[in-house]
């Protein structure tokens, strides 16, 4: 295979070369091989092209070195001969023969002459592919001939044989498929006039022909074919014109017969004649089986051995069979334009019905390239337009794009008559099926906006209907800027009621094809400008709601329903012209806006209480967290209260803490008379002893001076009272048999009444149980005593309101008095002390304790000297307003229901603070 592809690419390079040491390659441009034909097949076919105008030829090239091995004489026997039949050619002209556009040029290498372009020679069709390239062209090994094609060829050879024999007198000589040319257009043309035979008598007279014999001895060449020779030749050395038509009919046979002749001779003169004694036995039409049954009968007479019998040019031209309409179609198109304009009209407006019937191939080889030439004229192109586009549905899209589209676009730039928008908008959708995008913006949307711009009602609604079949393949900026603005403008100024509802139910159609936000802010704005309101244009509008509320791509927000959709449509569903069942089609749309409105605001507003209720939620817990983190009773309260399941072995737990952290520190290992001392010195206002303190103690020491000498500065602050929800709170047990003395350890700042209370902590080293009795300051808050339970060496103070003693009915406490023991192991034990005793001076005893003002500070009352270095977690230090007299190791603890009960802690006032002290 590989070798074959090189053999022919040698072959073609040395063709070309060979071409062009020809004189005719000086005004012709060569190009490939794609054919071959004449005598023999003997002449290359190529490409061609003049260089002076560009017209397009084919270049015939006979390559005279295929004979050097023949003798010199020979050699010029078949140059002369091929020169001649060219020369003849060249001065014949009729359409039914090969037109010459130059005429035969010799060089040393070639003989080369131009003509019409052409497919190929009927031969190459019938498949004989000598002396062409190889691989064969893809387009001429798949050409098969049609039956209309058959007949309208051997027509026009009819045809082209009746010029010869009755206006030329001549006599053809060698009619084979060889010298039968297809030209492009698919028209045959008779060729090969290099056997021919003229009349030698004079023009009144009788013609006489010179006869010319069959010599077996002359190169192929230079003799006509055996094959399709008439006996007479050979048996009676004579030749007449009914010898031609015995050629044509041995020709009819053959293409009929896919290609193979009656009799093959293979060039030997006696099977020459031993087939042609036979030819009396075809009186049997057996022979003639594969022919058309309507022709056998007359190409039996053709074929007779009697010259007498055989019909002559124009008695075949008129038979039955060629009266078929395609091949009629065909013979027309070649005569066309020897007709006038009425008779052209009548013909282009019957012809779409002889076209359905032609094949494919037909139509664009034979009949396009015909009527095409009319398009330009302005008075037929509405006649012959119909007919090429109808070509174009009916070809491919390649097809459409290389043969058709370059004649339609110049039919689209067209502005007169009008008629010729409504024929093209008719096949819009076909058009814009096959059209190449860039020429549909160039060259189609143009001419729509032509006809959407007319004034004839006609071609407007033809647009109008067509316009949504091809939306599919319109952009979105060419429907936002060209399409859609000219159907508002249709719809508002037109005064036809049928134009207006078109263009309305168009926009509806193609509202898929656009966006969501132009539809909501151009197209459905733009349907409360429509002038006048009759029920199809209600309808229509209502359509256009419809389509963009039910389109899963558009859809319409609540808003949009809400302020602009059902504020609209409301009025125009009582419009009286309505009936009752447009009515009810209003209803439906009305009530499934409404129900999208409700679904849609249900889901918001469910959202929104959900998210605020969240929000509320994580408030709280902020607000909770931030106070516990603020707020160290509050720290010690949670504490409690997750360990109340337990709460001795907490208390335990949090007092070994404690222990461990103060035995740690330099003052928990001085002795325990020691910390009396200075105790006392700082209850006495005596500065304590320098201690040794790390750096980070020392700034932090440097903050609590900094924010107490603030505080100093600032206003005092009035207490909210905030309203808490009252709880019932445990009663009170006595625990003063098991309990013993406590020093003062911290006191908690909560507001009561206005007025700041105090939580005194109390704490003692060695506790003895004591009897809890009420504690009155006179001017201040009176106090309850908290005893501690057992393995806790701290007693709480607490605050009592007014409320609470008479919630209570709390009795003033006497000692020696009643006293309630402690049965359980709950912490909330409370005594209260009468309002009448009168205020306790610093230093004073309650019970083994003593009394001493606090020290203020920024966060509540603290001793900044007596407060524990780094304390635990548990451990309040920021708010206690009691020092201890012994020994700082202490466990504030604190009531959750007590707590739950009382306000959050507040800052004093200063006149709190003076009224307090006195």
Known sequence: MLSRVKEGFKSTVTNIGTALSNPLIREYEIGNHFAS?????????????????????????????????????????????????????????????????????????????????????????????????????????????????????????????????NDVKMIHGNICPDNIILNKIGAWKLSGFDCCMTNQAPTEQEPKFQFRGWDPDDPIPAKAS?????????????????????????????????????????????????????????????????????????????????????PDANQLAKIPFFQDVGAATLQYLDTLFQWDKSQRTTFYKGLKKVLEKMPQRVLLQRILPSIVQELNSKDMVLFVLPNVLFIAEKCTKEDYVAKVLPHLKEVFLMNEPIQIIYVCVQKLDVLLAKTPLEDVKSHLFPMLYKALDCEDPKIRELCLKVIPTFAVHVDFPTMKNHVVPRLRRICLETNILSVRVNSLVCLGKILEYLDRWYVQDEILPFTKSIPSHEPAVLMAVLGIYQVTLNN???????????????????????????????????????KQMLEQIETEQTCKLEQVSAYEKEQSQAIEHIMNESDSADNPDSIFSSILAEKSKDPSKELKKITTDLDELFSSSPQAQSPSKNSNSNANASTNGTPTPKQNLTLEQKQKLMKDKEIMKTLERQNPLEANRVAVPQKQVVQPKNLTDSLGGAAVGGVGVPMSNGKPNYNISLNSSTMSPYTAAPINTGTGPNYMLEAPQPMSNSLVLHPMSAQFSQQHQISPFHPGGNQQQSGSSSLDSLAVLPKSNPPMPSGSLVNGMQ???????????????????????????????????????????????????????TPLSSSDLDAFLK
């Open 552 to 590: 899963p791509k558009l859809g319409m927000s609540k808003e949009t329903m809400a302020t602009k959709g059902i504020p609209f449509l409301l009025p125009l569903a009582i419009d009286n012209q309505l009936n009752l069942k447009q009515f009810q089609k209003y209803m439906v749309v009305i």
């Open 851 to 905: 009394f001493r003002p606090p020290h203020f500070s920024n966060q509540g009352f603290a001793s900044p000297q007596m407060r524990p270095q780094n304390p635990p977690m548990g451990q309040f230090t920021g708010q206690s307003g009691f020092a201890p007299l012994q020994t700082p190791q202490f466990s504030p603890q604190f009531l959750n229901s007590h707590q739950s009960s009382t306000v959050k802690p």
């Open 226 to 310: 055996l094959d399709f020779l008439a006996p007479e030749y050979v048996l009676s050395q004579s030749a007449d014109r009914s010898s031609d038509m015995f050629s044509l009919g041995m020709v009819f046979y053959t293409v009929f017969n896919r290609g193979r002749p009656l009799y093959e001779n293979n060039h030997l003169i006696s099977t020459f004649q031993k087939n042609a004694m036979q030819l009396s036995s075809l009186n049997s039409l057996q022979v003639l089986k594969c022919l058309p049954e309507d022709v056998r009968e007359h190409v039996r007479m053709l074929l007779s051995p009697d010259p007498l019998v055989r």
């Open 37 to 165: 034909g004449g005598t023999g097949l003997s002449w290359k076919v190529y490409e061609g092209k003049k260089r002076s105008t560009g017209q397009e030829v084919s270049i015939w090239l006979f390559e005279k070195r295929q004979f050097d091995r023949m003798p010199k004489k020979d050699q010029q026997v078949v140059f002369e001969t091929l020169k001649r039949g060219v020369q003849q050619l060249t001065r014949l002209r009729h359409p039914k023969l090969l037109i010459v556009e130059h005429g035969v040029e010799e060089s040393r290498e070639s003989l080369a002459f131009a003509t019409e372009p052409v497919f190929a020679s009927l031969s190459n069709i019938l498949g004989s592919h000598f002396n062409l390239p190889s691989p064969v062209p893809k387009d001429l090994k798949e050409y098969e001939l049609f039956e209309t094609e058959l007949k309208y060829g051997l027509l026009q050879m009819t045809e082209g044989l009746s010029f010869l024999h």
